[in-house]
């Protein structure tokens, strides 16, 4: 039973345009949430992280909203250039270093 | 980038037999993890360690074993390949567990 899910597949956006991807989880043990990004035939790359005792961070074009009553968090990207095409991972982190991710968000920005 | 090599890159194998992927880092990381990605689930995690000879099961940890003998390597093996263990396989790093984990490139194995 998977304790990350992203229930959108797939997000279509136009360049310079804001996106918005959503993460929800099960698990009120996780601490620590992240996002991570990835090409095709390459290893996820790290794109920015969360404590459980913040309710933002940004970092650039990227901020990340955590809503723990809701167990929600959503990664907002500002604004989206053609690069940024790829699948985003949503990933949860408890206190013994378990990290667990979600399905995957297939993300096509769009000239 | 971090120090992360998985071995091997591509594999093909015969239902049944055993099969044995390594992970090594030279970052002396403490966590290593080892995921499998398909499509549809996304990462889902296998078996991850916390220390040497300390490692605990993931979320879809059957049909394999793990083992962390020292730091730097970490190997996943399939006791018994199946067709359903066909998969893009992903070991990762980090150094506190809660914080970023680095991945390696990936090892593309195909059951047949």
């Known amino acids: 039973d998977q304790q990350v899910k992203q229930n959108s597949p797939s997000l279509s956006v136009q360049e310079g345009r804001i996106s918005i991807l959503n993460c929800d989880y099960t698990?009120?043990?996780?601490?620590?949430f992240l996002w991570y990004k990835k090409y095709p035939a390459e290893g996820p790359t790290f794109l920015i992280s969360i404590s459980s005792i913040k309710d933002k961070n940004e970092d650039g074009r990227f901020t990340v909203f955590l809503n723990k009553s809701a167990k929600h968090l959503s990664l907002h990207i500002v604004p989206s250039q053609p690069g940024d095409s790829a699948v985003y991972f949503c990933a949860a982190c408890d206190s013994w270093g378990k990290l667990q991710f979600g399905a995957g968000t297939q993300v096509v920005v769009t000239p | 980038d971090a120090g992360i090599t998985q071995s091997p890159r591509h594999k093909v194998t015969e239902t049944g037999t055993p099969v044995t992927l390594r992970c090594h880092q030279t970052e002396n990381h403490r966590y290593m993890y080892w995921y499998r990605q398909d499509p549809g689930h996304g990462l889902r995690l296998i078996h991850y360690s916390y220390g040497v000879k300390d490692t605990d099961k993931g979320e879809v940890s059957d049909g394999y074993s793990v083992s962390r003998s020292k730091t730097e390597d970490f190997l996943l093996t399939l006791e018994s390949a199946t067709s359903s263990q066909t998969s893009v396989y992903f070991c990762?790093?980090?150094?506190?567990?809660?914080?970023?984990?680095?991945f390696g490139q990936g090892t593309r194995l195909t059951v047949v």
């Open positions: 698990n009120s043990m996780f601490d620590y």
């Open positions: 990762a790093i980090s150094d506190r567990g809660r914080v970023e984990a680095f």
